[in-house]
C-alpha cells in the first residue's frame, strides 16, 4: 500500500439511519457510502440536520444502523454482540466530546490513564510521557479538571482517548466549549497527533474554520453523501457548506 493511498480505519457501506416508522420515520441516513483513511484527519460537515452525528455514532459503535455495515479495518460492527462491541469500543476507539467529561474528582493524570485502568492493562510510560510532552501537560499532570483551563481540560481529554492507541478516535465538535485561541490549540495539537503520532483523527463540526485544520472534509446533506474537500480552506469549506443551502433552498 503506497503512503498517498493508505488502508481504511474505518468504513461505511450501505450505511442507513431510521428512526421511528411509518409517516413518523425520520431517514438519518440514506445509504452512505464512505471511508476514513488511517493515519489521516477528516472532519464531517453540514448543514443541521444532515445527519453528521449519527454517521459518526453509527462509526464508533454507539449506535446500531437499520442497514448496510461499519467495518473498522476488517471488523464488520454487525457482527458483534454487545459485550464485545463494548470491548471493541474500549480497545479500539477513543473519544473526545464538547463537554470534556473529565472526572472532577481525579487529577489529570488520573483522567488520563483512566481507560488503561478500566481495562486492567497497564499504563505504558514511554507513551504516556511521549502524550502528556506532546500536548503540553507535563506541568499540569497533578491538577484536578477544576485546576485547569479549558483548553487544558480539553488536552487531557485528547491524552485519555490516545492513552490506548486507539484505532480512530471520534472528536465530536472538540471546541464548542472553547473560545478561539484555546480551539485553535486543540486543533493543532490534534493535526499534531496525527502528523506525529500517525493518530486516526474524524471529527465533526459544524465550524468552517475548525475543519481546516483537518486534511479533507466529508460533506453530508439530508443524510447523504454531498461531496468531500481535499485539503480545505476556511474559505473552500464556506464555499461548500453554501452549496449544499443552495441546493437546499432550490428544492
Known amino acids: 500500500m503506497s503512503p498517498t493511498n493508505p488502508p481504511a480505519a474505518v468504513t461505511a457501506v450501505g450505511l442507513s439511519k431510521v428512526y421511528g416508522s411509518g ?5 438519518a441516513l440514506r445509504g452512505v457510502d464512505v471511508s476514513f ?4 484527519f477528516t472532519a464531517i460537515m453540514g448543514p443541521s440536520g444532515s445527519g453528521k452525528s449519527t454517521l459518526m455514532h453509527l462509526l464508533a459503535g454507539l449506535d446500531e444502523a437499520s442497514s448496510g455495515r461499519v467495518l473498522l479495518g476488517e471488523t464488520d460492527l454487525s457482527q458483534l454482540d454487545d459485550k464485545r462491541l ?6 479500539r476507539v477513543g473519544f473526545v466530546f464538547q463537554s470534556f467529561n473529565l472526572l472532577p474528582m481525579y487529577t489529570a493524570e488520573q483522567n488520563i490513564t483512566l481507560p488503561c485502568e478500566l481495562a486492567g492493562t497497564a499504563v505504558d510510560r514511554a507513551w504516556f510521557d511521549e502524550l502528556v510532552g506532546i500536548l503540553g501537560l507535563t506541568e499540569r499532570l ?5 485546576e485547569l483551563s479549558g483548553g487544558q481540560q480539553q488536552r487531557v481529554a485528547i491524552a485519555r482517548a490516545l492513552i490506548t492507541r486507539p ?3 471520534f472528536a465530536d465538535e ?3 466549549n472553547l473560545d478561539s485561541r484555546a480551539g485553535a490549540e486543540v486543533l493543532s495539537f490534534l493535526r499534531t497527533c496525527v502528523r506525529e503520532l500517525g493518530q486516526t483523527i474524524v471529527m465533526v463540526t459544524h ?3 475548525a475543519a481546516a485544520y483537518a486534511e479533507r472534509v466529508v460533506l453530508l446533506a439530508d443524510g447523504t453523501l454531498a461531496g468531500e474537500i481535499s485539503d480545505p480552506t476556511p474559505d473552500s469549506v464556506l464555499a461548500g457548506l453554501d452549496a449544499l443551502r443552495g ?5
Open 167 to 169: 484505532d480512530v478516535v
Open 86 to 91: 463494548t470491548l471493541l469500543r474500549r480497545e
Open 247 to 251: 441546493a437546499e433552498v432550490a428544492r
Open 174 to 176: 472538540p471546541t464548542g
Open 37 to 40: 483513511a488511517a493515519g489521516r
Open 23 to 27: 409517516d413518523v420515520a425520520v431517514h
Open 142 to 146: 497533578g491538577h484536578r479538571p477544576s
Open 207 to 209: 465550524d468552517p474554520a
